[in-house]
């Protein structure tokens, strides 16, 4: 079932088009990645869909309700869809389990208890509860930034680049939950990155995103052996040749 679609979203920066007519739909429980070098307009079509820039053209659906773009605001984006931004944004002065409680203030002391614990342990933050961010591992933060965003359930999770902070432990333990608690869930998650390997091993669907345009969105299997867009088979064969050349240097292995 789909519950996010775009439909045309177009946005200019001082007359150069950055997200040029961009469409796409993600369904309940999903996982689309879109990849595309830096400048291609990733950040900006995340921006768009969470509310924080206006498009110039387009329309946003949640599950085939329309949702107003025209709106002319300073508070930044829809309830039901939560960015986690690149740089996580979480309160230095607070622990972890707090960051994720100050998302609840609006619901009764019990609940946002039952809810902040559940999502510890959703999140794989238990052990850590009681540490402040600088205490805890990269891995760690970006997952507090996921609980938080959908400690109220929203029903679309947004990621700018979120395994590009983290060493490759960190990067394996958060594909994992990430993949568990979107299923878990039920939510549809767009995630964007320059690195398609990560898109590879965490996306149900992957879109490459070349100046503004999204040339194929598909399968992994299928942007694999895609003949489809030129770019789309050197981005991919860039991605590939890190392994070739690995295992030209160690032919033993
Ligand atoms: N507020 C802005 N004002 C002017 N130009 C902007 C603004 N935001 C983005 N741009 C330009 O739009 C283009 C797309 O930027 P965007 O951040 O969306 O790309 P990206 O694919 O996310 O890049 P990266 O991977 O480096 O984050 C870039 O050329 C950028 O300089």
Not at 95 to 108: G, Q, V
Not at 175 to 181: A, D, H, T
Not at 212 to 217: E, F
Request: net charge negative; glycine share 4%; hydrophobic share 40%.
């Amino acid at each position: 079932m789909s519950i996010l679609t775009i439909s045309n979203f177009t946005r200019q920066y001082e007359n150069r088009t950055v997200v040029d007519d961009i469409s796409l739909v993600v369904g309940k429980g999903e996982i689309v990645a879109i990849v595309g070098e830096s400048g291609s307009g990733k950040t900006t079509l995340l921006n768009m869909i969470s509310g924080n820039v206006k498009p110039e053209t387009g329309h946003l659906f949640l599950e085939n309700q329309e949702l107003d773009l025209q709106f002319d605001r300073l508070i930044k984006e829809f309830p039901e869809i939560k960015l986690v931004p690149q740089d996580y944004r979480l309160k230095p002065e607070h622990k972890i389990w707090e960051n994720i409680d100050l998302a609840l203030t609006r619901y009764t002391h019990e609940y946002r208890r039952e809810r902040v614990m559940e999502l510890l342990e959703l999140c794989g933050l238990t052990q850590v509860k009681d540490k402040k961010p600088r205490e805890v591992s990269g891995g760690e933060k970006q997952r507090t930034a996921i609980a938080r965003a959908i400690a109220e359930e929203p029903q679309v999770l947004l990621l700018d680049e979120p395994f590009s902070n983290l060493d490759s432990i960190n990067k394996q333990k958060l594909r994992e939950k990430l993949v568990e608690v979107i299923r878990q869930e039920e939510i549809a998650c767009l995630f964007v990155t320059h690195d398609l390997m990560d898109a590879f091993l965490v996306a149900d669907r992957i879109g490459v995103m070349y100046k503004g345009k999204l040339l194929q969105l598909d399968k992994p299997e299928v942007i694999l052996k895609s003949k489809q867009e030129e770019y789309v088979s050197k981005f991919v064969s860039s991605a590939l040749n890190v392994f070739r050349e690995f295992f030209e240097r160690y032919p033993n292995l």
